[in-house]
Structures are given as C-alpha cells and as structure tokens.
C-alpha cells in the first residue's frame, strides 16, 4: 500500500503588497533613537527628543505611544520621482504647511500659508521632508495641544532626534513607502 504524501499549499506575499503592521520601539540606551520592525528585518530610525511618551503634548519632543495608519504620503516632486506605495500621494508645494497652533480651527491638519504666516512648512531646504508619511496622530478627535505635525519622514544625517516625529534613511523610507497601505497599523511603543 502506497502512502500519500501531504501536500501544502504556500501562499507568498509579494513584497510589493501593504504589510498589517510595523512597529517601532526605542533602542536600547537612547530614548532619541529606535528600530522599526519590517518584514523581519530591524530599521534604525530617530525618535522625538522626549522619547516615546504616552502622554503626548504640543511642544514635548516626544514620539506618541499608541496604534495609528498612515494617511498619506506628501512627496517632493521637484526632487524624486514618485515613489510607489498603495498609499494616496500629494505633491508638496510652496504654500503646502502644517498647523501646529492649539489656538487654529485647523490645529494638525494641512493648510496653505503665503510668506511670513506661520506654520510647519513641508517644502523645506534641507530634505527631512522629501517623503513625508502622515499619520493619524490626534485627528479624531484632535485634541488642540495634544501633539501636530507627528510624520515618518527622512533623518539627519547623523540620526538627531527629531521633534517628535520618527525619522529614517531615504533607502528605509522607499522601501517602507511599497510596504504601506491605508490599512498598516503603524505601533509605537
């Protein structure tokens, strides 16, 4: 009598295809920098230079702890070419800000601000805003003074803690971008 061998079916993922979740956690011995979590791979990224705080504040420096998705991706169309990534994409412009005024009815949400008005500009000199992942960080319900402008986006150089967003290498972000979709919970912890 011949014995039948089990056979298995394998689903593969393609790479290509939005992960369920990252996660981000602090180094070791640094609350400034942390590691991202991967397709079973560690990513260093910098963190706020508050650490990882639960209690997230305007102002604090901190990461916040908690479980979000990511928006949308803004991008520098003057200085790449559009990344792919499931995720909605918006071009950054001149006029494209951010609010990070308590005291402004669109406190943590994207506006559009001429010279000399105030505002997190996302069209800056340097390149930390080259690709810039927003997520829900206090939108629903946004809470005035409970942290803004909370973004993955690209490090310094020298891996310096950011002012409370998490930042990482262009090649990290690239591939992180074909790995995201609406869906990814994004774990800080």
Known sequence: MRSRANTYTYQTIPRDCPVREITIRTAAGNRQRGWLQLDGRAIPVALGRGGILTDKREG????????????????????????????????????DAWSEDPADRHYNQPIQIKDGETGDRLKREDHL?????????NTRPRIPGRGSAVFLHLARDNFA???????????????????????????ID
């Open 60 to 95: 604090d420096g901190g990461t916040p702890r908690g479980v979000f998705h990511p928006v949308r991706l803004w991008w520098r169309a003057d200085r790449h070419a559009r990344p792919r990534t499931a995720l909605p994409v918006r071009r950054i412009t001149t006029v």
């Open 129 to 137: 805003y080259d690709f810039i992942i927003e997520i829900d960080h």
């Open 161 to 187: 803690a950011t002012a409370g967003c998490v930042g990482m290498t262009k090649r990290a972000m690239l591939r992180l971008l074909t790995r995201l979709g609406p869906e990814t919970r994004i774990v």
